[in-house]
């Protein structure tokens, strides 16, 4: 990843520094961990595997009074399993 460039998902917003990347999450309302965030971090994660420049992601929270508030666990295998048939994240 070239040195400061910025990336835009739905619910994150990216920069980087050197190895350093830094995703706001942005995921109204109280950022809910939901499919849409979910997806976002996936693809991000993803990402920065296959990036050799990437060392560390540094997660922060747009919303000063919540980081992610929760999740339902019985929707995440349902999740996943539409995520891998509709390929909608990078591989």
Not at 25 to 44: C, F, Q, T, Y
């Amino acid at each position: 990843m070239q040195e400061n460039t910025r990336q835009t998902f739905e619910t994150l917003t990216v920069s980087n520094e050197g190895a350093v990347l830094f995703a706001e999450i942005a995921a109204p309302p109280m950022n809910l961990l939901g499919p849409e965030l979910v997806r976002d971090l996936v693809s991000l994660i993803q990402r920065a595997e296959v990036d050799d420049a990437v060392k560390v992601i540094v997660f922060k929270s747009a919303d000063p009074d919540y980081f992610i508030s929760h999740v339902d666990k019985m929707e995440l295998a349902g999740w996943w399993a539409t995520w891998r048939k509709e390929k909608t994240f990078c591989e």
